[in-house]
């Protein structure tokens, strides 16, 4: 299994290889909040894969290009408003999960139109996730049809980290009759986490 993402230094796709090593190597070289949301999105990916970086070949995300044989990962500019910092979201009620999942909507390469509509958009459809998640917390899942699902999620993180197309999966999933309530709490269970976000809280058994 690999991770194919774009180097831009080359401008062309690049692989990062399973290894032994037992830490997730991931450095996070700039100071935009983008590039910090980022970050958490790839370790996340990193262990859903199950993929390790080789020692010396730690991704770094943002700030200026390491050396050659190193990954890297720039994000794409922000045209209109900036991100806002951590004590700005706070101010207004949001969390970084809130901004982390707006930042899912965009490929990274990609630019993100920050709003705060925006973010209040995410907020909402995260907060429904979470919600849908605590509904079948208690059920157990069709093992079949949540394979299914998590196996179009793992294609989408290994293309280019695809961060909307995976989230795309969750979306679809949780349409209507297409998977049970158990299934949905366990795909956002294994999902959520991968993409960097709080996993959701489990419900008490009684």
């Known amino acids: 299994m690999r991770l194919r993402f774009h180097d831009p230094r080359a401008g062309a796709q690049r692989e990062l290889v399973p290894a032994a090593a037992p830490a997730v190597g991931v450095e996070e070289a700039g100071t935009s909040p983008r590039e910090a949301a980022v970050a958490a999105s790839l370790r996340g990916a990193l262990r859903f894969l199950g ?9 770094r995300v943002g700030g ?12 794409g500019p922000a045209p209109g408003e900036p991100a806002p910092l951590p004590e700005a979201l706070s101010a207004r009620g ?17 630019p993100l139109a920050f709003s705060w509509e925006a973010l209040a958009a995410a907020r909402a ?11 079948g917390a208690a059920l157990a899942p069709s ?3 949540l ?8 294609a989408r993180l290994e293309d ?3 961060l909307p197309g995976a989230l795309g999966c969750v ?19 294994r999902a959520l986490p991968a993409l960097g976000l709080a996993a959701p809280a489990s419900r008490p058994s009684r």
């Not at 200026?64 to 990962?73: F, Y």
């Not at 459809?125 to 509904?135: K, Y």
């Not at 394979?147 to 793992?154: D, G, P, S």
């Open 94 to 110: 949001f969390s970084l999960d809130d901004y982390r999942f707006l930042c899912l909507t965009a490929r990274y390469r990609e």
């Open 125 to 135: 459809e995260r907060e429904a996730f979470l919600s849908r998640a605590a509904e």
């Open 51 to 59: 993929l390790e970086p080789r020692p010396g070949d730690e991704i």
């Open 160 to 162: 280019d980290l695809d």
């Open 64 to 75: 200026e290009a390491p050396a050659p044989d190193r990954a890297w990962l720039k994000t």
């Open 143 to 145: 093992p079949r049809a």
């Open 171 to 189: 979306r679809d999933a949780l349409r209507p009759g297409a998977l049970s309530p158990g299934s949905r709490a366990a795909l956002l269970g």
């Open 147 to 154: 394979a299914a699902y998590l196996l179009r999620f793992r």
